[in-house]
Each structure stands twice: as C-alpha cells, then as structure tokens.
C-alpha cells in the first residue's frame, strides 16, 4: 500500500472522446507525475506537477494535459482518444524531486 | 538520452532456485538514480530499492540482493530461493533530473514465472 489512490480502476471509451484520470499523493509528497504503460511495455513518461506547475514533459501530445491542486491531488486529461492511448495509467507521488516514486494502482483505460 | 535495456523478456524457474534478472543502463549523466520495481498482475508498481549512483555498494535484503557495477553500466537483481509469490513483472528504471524535473525510464520489464 503506497497511499496513492487513483480512480476509476476501469473505464472505456469511444474514439474522438475526453477522459479524466484522478489521483491522490501520498500524504506530504508535493510532487506528482504520469505515466502511460501500454501492454508488454514499460512505463512511459507522460508529465510532472510540482506545485501546481507542469515542470517536465515527455513526448506526449498536447492533448494530454494535467492539472495539480493545492492538495497536491492530480488529474490527467486526454481529449480526442485514439485507439492507441488504450493503456494503464499509472500516477506516481514522491516529496520533491529526485527521490522515490511511489505509484498508485493505476487506471485502466480502453478506447474503441 | 537515457536508455535501460533488459535483455530477458521471460524467465520461468522452479521454486527455491535462485534467479538473476539483468539490467543495463545508459546515461550522460554522472549523478543519476537506479531503481527496481515489482508489478503483479493487479497493475501497480512496488518499489524495490532505490540506489544512486554514488554508491556502488551492494544490498540485501532478505531473499533478495543487487548487484551494481559502474564500470559495465548494470544493476542486476537477484532473488535467492525463489517463492511463487515472487512471479511478477519486474522492471529496472533510471532516473535523472533534466531542468529540474525528475523523468524515470523504465525498461521493458523481465516476467519472471516461479513454477510450484
């Protein structure tokens, strides 16, 4: 139990809509970052929050976007689904950067 | 660019042999940190250990140790006497902190499969 909860734990959605994607840190970490983790593969780096900011992107269009609130909870958003962004997308907490990551259980999404 | 490379896709062995799962890394970085993570079928990732890349000492912990080596760019894991419950996907990941921000780079991932 990491004390990072991410919600829904499964969802689907039509080609063309939006999806948000919620998490909550673990208690104290100011640091929230995406990752999307497609089948077989490895965790991809999406983006980074640190009060409030985006500070850090990967090579993710700008139809993925984010938000971090004063709580230090985090949404991810992707607007205008494509087939491929069916993955699991896992949020992950640490107390600023360079420490430990903790991830939550992640999302499981799927576009048809 | 940072890149992690393990070479085993899949690995099955029979329960209480040992098994080593290989990582190698690559970074222009000289202060970078290395991690382990855990995935069971349930999604989330569970962390391992954390080891930056000033401390080539090598750890322990309980059935479980890791080997780094700076000269050869790797950081293997070992599990001694393997259980079932260790069958998982397990994933080497590298960390620097580029403008500030901190991006992990994970590798593809060793399933390893402990047969009863």
């Known amino acids: 139990e990491t004390g990072v909860t991410q919600s829904p734990t499964h969802l689907i959605k039509t080609r063309g809509q939006q999806v948000t994607l919620r998490c909550s840190s673990q208690?104290?970490?100011?640091?929230v970052s995406w990752y999307q983790q497609a089948l077989g593969q490895g965790p991809q780096f999406i983006f980074q929050y640190y009060r409030e900011e985006e500070n850090g992107r990967g090579n993710f269009p700008p139809r993925f976007s984010g938000l971090q609130f004063p709580n230090y909870s985090s949404e991810l958003n992707v607007n205008a689904l494509e087939l491929d962004d069916s993955a699991l997308y896992l949020c992950a907490s640490s107390l600023n950067s360079g420490r430990t990551i903790y991830f939550g259980e992640g999302s499981w999404l799927t576009v048809v | 660019a940072q890149k992690v490379t393990q070479a085993q896709t899949e690995i099955s062995v029979v329960e209480k042999e040992d098994v080593t799962l290989d990582c190698v890394y690559e970074t222009r970085d000289t202060t970078y940190y290395l991690f382990w993570y855990k995935q069971p079928p349930s999604g989330e990732l569970v962390f391992l250990i954390r080891?930056?890349?000033?401390?080539?000492q090598n750890e322990i912990s309980g059935r479980y140790s890791w080997n780094f080596q700076k000269s050869t760019s790797s950081f293997n894991f070992t599990i001694t006497a393997s259980q079932v419950v260790d069958s998982a996907v397990y994933f080497c990941?590298?960390?620097?902190?580029?403008?500030?921000?901190?991006?992990?780079?994970f590798g593809t991932g060793t399933k390893l499969q402990v047969i009863p």
């Open positions: 990941a590298l960390s620097e902190a580029p403008g500030g921000y901190q991006k992990v780079t």
């Open positions: 080891r930056n890349s000033f401390d080539e």
């Open positions: 208690s104290g970490h100011n640091t």
